[in-house]
C-alpha cells in the first residue's frame, strides 16, 4: 500500500540519488585553457576547424568549421546516403585532430536526421567493443550549403582504466539485490565506460537496470567493475515530486487569465454532422474538466476513440465524430478509453470502464459520464488527445509520438506524476488531502506527455533508445510543452486547490532564475531556468515563431552531462541556445545573423544564458604612476569565437576615471602593431586615483568589460606609509566569534598548492606562492594543512578547504588621523570556481572605525581570481578610507572566505583565499588641494554599476530604468537614480529625452 509519507520519502531519494555517490570535482575553462586547445586544434586542422566552447569536462563542447572545411557537392547535399558517407569521413578526421581521441576508440553512426535545412548526424563512441555511456559526438551539415554548420561534443580525450572486469558479474547482481531488497527485477550487467570529472582515464563498470514495480521505480545502478564499488544509484523515472511545491508565478497577485485553450468543448453538432441516408453516424462525447478539477464538466467530443460498431473496429475523427455507410439499425455500440496512440488504464483495483450502448434509430452518440466512468479516466484522456494533437499540429512528421502507450490513472498514492521512458508511460496519481488528482490537471498532463515528446525526437534523432541525458532540460523542457499548448506559463494550476481561492502552482516558465544563481539539486528548479528563457522569448517574438523554434530546436539534440554543478549546467544550457540559433537559421549561414538571433540572445541573456562568454577581453594592469609621465597607455587583447556575428570593433573602448569613479570618460582603442590593441589615458596631476576599465561587443550586442564586473586602480604621485608583506605576526586575528566553517581556518603560512588537474596547464585551487616580489613566502591562506593520505593524492583538494561556514580575518587597529587622504590596498585570491557549485559564493571585505564594534562593506564578491588563466593570480583591490568610514585611530579591516551564496544560503563548494601585501598610501596633499578635473561623460556612468549605487546621467528632467523587455523597472527626476537591490542583473537601458543608453548592472 502506496500513502503520501512513502511518495515523500521517494522524491527525497530522488534528489539525493540525482547526484553520483562519489562527489565531483569540477574544473573551471580558464581563458589560458581554451587558448592552448583552440591553438592545438588549428594547427592540427590546417585552420579548417576552430574552438568554439571549452565544455565541463575540459573536452571541446562546441566546435565550427571555417571556409577552407570540406563540403558535400551540389548532387550530394539532399542524398542520404551521401550525407553518411561524408559524415563518417568527416567524424574521423574530427576524432583525430580536433577531440584528439586514442587511438583505440571507435566512433558509429547512431543516427542520421534532416530537419528543414540541417542534417544531423549522432555519433557514440567505443573502446575495446565497449561503449562510453552519454558522451556524444553532434555534426550538423547545412542542407543549402553542404557546409559543416557546428560540432557539438561531450566525449573526452581519456584512455580507458582497463580493457576487461575483474568483478564477475554474478557479484554485481547478488550486490544489486541486497541493495533494493523487495521484489526488484533486475536486468543482466552490461559492461559500459564512464566518464568521470576528476579522474583522468574512463571506468570501466557494470550497469544494471532494475525495476521496482510496487515503487513504480526504475534504477540504473552503476558498479565499479574492477572493485564492485557502487558508483551511482539514479532513477530512470522521471518524477516530478510535487509534494511541498512552493512554485508561483511571478504574477500570482493578479487573477489568473485564461490562455489559449486547446479544449474545445462541444456545444453544438459539427457542421455537416445529420443521419446519412444510409449507414449510422455519431459522436463519442465525455464530460470533462478543461483544465483542472474545480471546472464545471464540459461536454466535449473525444479525439480518436476507438469503437466497435455492429462488430466493426472504426475510430472517431479529431472532434469525436464517427460514421459507418454499411451499417443497419438497430446499431450496437462499444467503446472505452483507448486509441490508435494510448489506452487509459486504471490503476485503483477497479475494472477500466466500458461502454455499450443499443441504437434502434437515430442519432447513435454516447456519452461518457460519472455514471459510468471516473473522472481521472475521462480528464487524462482527453488532455492526453489534446496533446497529443497539439504536438502534431507543430510538427507533423514526428511519428514517434504515434506509437501505442500507457496512460495510469488513480495510482494508489498521492501529489505525483511520472513518464517511464522504457515504455513511454505516463502515470497519475490520485487526489490526497495535499493536492488534487493529477490526472485531472491538464497542465500536468501537458507536461508528463512533453517527456513523452522529447523522448521521441531524440530517438528519432539519435538512434534507437537514445533520451536525453540532462534532467534540467528534460523537465524545461516538459513544462515548456506544456505551457505552449495552453499559451499559459503555470504549471499545476489548481494542484493545491480551487484557482479561484488560491493562485499557488508548482512553477512556472515565467520567471527571472538565472545560471548560475539559481540552480538546484532538484532538477525540476534548475529546469525552470531554460523554460524561462523560452518563455521571454516567446513574451518578445510571439507563441507561434517561438513555440516552433522550442519544438524544432530538439532535432538538434541539445544536452549536458546530466550532472547538477553549475559547469555542467552552463554546458547544457549553451547547448540549447546553440540549437535554438541553428534551428532559427534560414540560409546555411550563420555568419549573416539568423531571422530572431538578437531576440533569442536576449531572452537568454535574462537568465544568464549567453553568447558574450565566447567574446574574450583582457586589459593589462599598469602600475602606480610618478608624476613624470606624460600617458598611460593601456594594451587589451580581445577576441571572438562565438557561433554567430562578430567584434563591434567601433564598441572597444577603454573608460577611465579621475575621480574614483564617479564619472567615467572614454577613448577608442587603436591597433597596436601586434595582435592587441592600444588606448592612452592623458596625464593626470599628483594625487590622482585613476580607475579604469576595457568594454567591447559583438554585433548581436552583447557586451563584454575587462575586468568583469569591476576596474582596475593606479595612483599618480602617492607614497606608500605603511606596508605588511605578513612576512612577519604583526598583530591580525585569525578567527571571529561568528565564525562557523569547520575547515580552512585563516593561518599565517607558506602556502601549500592544491590544484584539481595536474595536467599542464595545472587548475589550482589554492595558490602555491605568496604575492611579495624577490624574498617574499609568507602571507594570510584558509587552510594549509597536509592531507594524511598525501601519498595516495597529495594534493587533494577538499581536505582542508573552507567548509560549512565562514573564516575571518582582521588586521590590528591602524591610526589613519595624520594621513590626508589614506587610500588602502591589498592583494588577494579567492578561488571558488572549482568543485561544486563552482562561482557562488561570496567573497567579502569590511572596514571599521571604531575598532570592529560596526563594519561597513568594502568590497563583495562571488568573482573567482582564477576566472582570467589556469592560475589563481594575486588581485589587488583599492579603496579611499573616507568613501566609507571617517579616518580614525582605530581603522580595521577584516577579510571574510565563505561557503555562503549572496542571499545568505550556505552550500557545499570548493572555497580557498588569501591576502598578501598589505598597504596603507597617501598623496600627501590635503583633499582640497588635490586638482578637479571636470570630466562629464556624455553616457550614463558609471558603467558597469552594482547594485545599490547611483547611476548618474548628464542632463536633468525625467528618466527611466528601462529592462531587456522594454518594462520600465523606476522613473525618477534629476540627473541620477539608484540602481535597487530587487533587480537581477543584466543589461538595462536608461530613456531620457528620447535617447536610450544601455547599462550593464551586476
Known sequence: MQNIAKITLLCIALLLSSKEVKSQSVSSIASADFRRASSIITHKTNNTYRLVRLG?????????????????????????????????????????????????????????????????????????????????LRINIGAISG?????????????PNASSAKIAPVEVILTAGTLLHGNSEIQPPKLIYIDERENSSLRLCYEVIASEPDMYEMWRLTFDAM????????????????????????????????????????????????????????????????????????????????????????VTDSTGVWSLPSAEYPVTVQTSFNSPFFSVLRQDNIPNSKLTKIFLSGETT?????????????????????????????????????????????????????????????????????????????????????????????????????NIVDGSLSEGFADLNSAFIRDDPRIGIGFFGDPKKTLRVIRSCDNTKKWPRDISPDIHISGEIISGAFWDLRKIIGHDISEHLFHFMEYQLPDGTGMTDSASLEDAFTSTLAAVILTDDDDNNLANGTPHVKEILAAF????????????????????????????????????????????SSSLKLFYSLDKGKTFESVPYAKDGTDGFVAKIPKAPAGTVIKYYASCATTEGDIVTSPPGSAYTFFIGFKRVLFDDCEQDRGWSLSDASDKATTGFWVRDKPRGTYADINLPMQYIQQDTDHTPYLGTMCYVTGNRIDPLGDKDPNFAGYDDVDSGATTLTTPPYDLTKFQSPYIRYWYYFSNDKGTNPRITIWETDISDDNGSSWKIVQRTSESTNARSGFPEWKDFTFRVRDYVQPSAFVKIRFIASCYTGTGALINALVEAGVDDFEILDSGIPESGIPKTEIRSALPYPNPIRRGEKLHVTGTGTMSLIDMLGRTVITVDGDEVLIPNFIPPGIYFIGQAGQKFKVVVF
Not at 68 to 90: H, M, Y
Not at 416 to 441: H, L, W
Open 227 to 314: 572493485s564492485g564499488e557502487l558508483i551511482e544509484q539514479k532513477s530512470l523515472v522521471e518524477h516530478d515530486c510535487f509534494v511541498g511545491a512552493t512554485g508561483r508565478s511571478p504574477s500570482s497577485d493578479l487573477l489568473p487569465t485564461p490562455g489559449r485553450s486547446a479544449a474545445r468543448p462541444y456545444d453544438q453538432k459539427p457542421i455537416g454532422f445529420e443521419n446519412p441516408q444510409s449507414g449510422a453516424s455519431g459522436m463519442v462525447l465525455a464530460k470533462v474538466h478543461l483544465h483542472d478539477p474545480y471546472d464545471t464538466l464540459t461536454t466535449v467530443g473525444l479525439p480518436y476513440a476507438m469503437l466497435n460498431v455492429n462488430g466493426v473496429n472504426i
Open 366 to 466: 454516447v456519452l461518457w459520464a460519472n455514471e459510468n466512468s471516473d473522472d481521472a479516466e475521462r480528464d487524462a484522456y482527453y488532455s492526453a488527445s489534446l496533446a497529443h494533437l497539439a504536438d502534431k499540429r507543430v510538427d507533423e512528421k514526428l511519428t514517434g509520438i504515434d506509437f501505442h502507450m500507457k496512460v495510469n490513472v488513480n495510482f494508489n498514492a498521492s501529489c505525483n506524476a511520472f513518464y517511464i521512458p522504457k515504455d513511454t508511460s505516463i502515470n497519475f496519481f490520485s487526489a490526497g488531502s495535499e493536492c488534487s488528482n493529477t490526472a485531472e490537471i491538464s497542465d500536468v498532463v501537458f507536461h508528463e506527455y512533453g517527456h513523452r515528446v522529447t523522448n521521441a525526437r531524440y530517438t528519432l534523432a539519435a538512434g534507437y533508445n537514445n
Open 147 to 159: 557546409e559543416v554548420m557546428l560540432v557539438r561534443n561531450s566525449i573526452p580525450a581519456k584512455k
Open 605 to 648: 541573456e535574462l537568465h544568464n544564458i549567453s553568447l558574450a562568454r565566447f567574446l574574450d577581453a583582457e586589459v593589462a594592469e599598469i602600475k602606480d604612476q610618478d608624476t613624470s609621465v606624460n600617458e598611460y597607455p593601456i594594451r587589451v587583447n580581445i577576441s571572438y569565437n562565438g557561433i554567430i556575428g562578430g567584434i563591434d
Open 56 to 136: 565541463a569536462n575540459h573536452s571541446p563542447a562546441i566546435i565550427a568549421a571555417n571556409k577552407t572545411a570540406r563540403k558535400l557537392s551540389e548532387g550530394e547535399k539532399n542524398d542520404l546516403i551521401a550525407v553518411q558517407n561524408f559524415v563518417r569521413n568527416e567524424s574521423d578526421y574530427i576524432s583525430a585532430n580536433v577531440l584528439l581521441l586514442p587511438d583505440n576508440a571507435i566512433l558509429k553512426e547512431a543516427g542520421t536526421q534532416r530537419t528543414g535545412n540541417l542534417w544531423l548526424s549522432s555519433f557514440i563512441v567505443s573502446y575495446n567493443g565497449i561503449p562510453l555511456r552519454e558522451r556524444f
